[in-house]
């Protein structure tokens, strides 16, 4: 079921950037390399480095879009540290190391997706949206939010036609 989910401005009008909710979608990973640690937003990225490499350095390919959760965030003086799970589905399994295991599937059901397009510094907007959602359609969530990556960039210039889906799964109970 797609349902639009308008966003109103300061003064109750409808904006025209109104975003859809699709509503008991799947997300479906398989054969997943997964890493769970906290990490500062500069650590992150050197994470996803070093993702990269374990993964060419096993002669494996990525087999789908990585997916990251974030279960919690602390605030460390002026550094944000986000307890993150960076998932990579892969094309065949690989040894690694204790610092990373290997899920044989990840699997969301009866979940809400929305899509983000645009530079992830906004993101936040989009999973708010998704919020108000969830409250005023009395839901409850029983997943953190999973960001999917469908559209990457390289160059930093072209960071606005950036793709990213969030799923959150929700309970199938009525309370």
């Given at each position: 079921m797609v349902h639009?989910?308008?966003?109103?401005?300061?003064?109750?009008?409808?904006?025209?950037?109104?975003?859809?909710?699709?509503?008991n979608q799947t997300l479906i990973m398989e054969n997943v390399l997964s890493y769970r640690g906290k990490l500062t937003q500069q650590e992150f990225?050197?994470?996803?480095?070093?993702?990269?490499?374990?993964?060419?350095?096993?002669?494996?390919s990525k087999n789908g879009s990585i997916?990251?959760?974030?279960y919690a965030v602390e605030q460390n003086g002026n550094e944000q540290?986000?307890?993150?799970?960076?998932?990579?589905?892969?094309?065949r399994k690989i040894q690694l190391?204790?610092?990373?295991?290997?899920?044989?599937?990840?699997?969301?059901?009866n979940a809400l997706k929305i899509s983000?397009?645009?530079?992830?510094?906004?993101?936040?907007?989009?999973?708010?949206e998704l919020n108000n959602y969830i409250v005023s359609n009395e839901l409850i969530p029983i997943t953190t939010c999973y960001n999917v990556t469908v559209r990457e960039v390289e160059d930093p210039s072209q960071i606005d036609?950036?793709?990213?889906d969030i799923y959150v799964g929700i309970s199938p109970n009525k309370l």
């Open positions: 639009k989910f308008y966003i109103l401005d300061h003064l109750g009008e409808r904006r025209d950037n109104a975003m859809k909710i699709l509503e990225a050197v994470k996803l480095q070093q993702i990269q490499e374990i993964i060419e350095n096993s002669e494996a997916a990251t959760t974030t540290i986000m307890d993150v799970e960076i998932l990579v589905p892969l094309d190391t204790q610092e990373y295991t290997l899920k044989d599937k990840i699997f969301i059901t983000h397009k645009g530079n992830p510094a906004q993101l936040q907007t989009t999973v708010t036609l950036m793709e990213i």
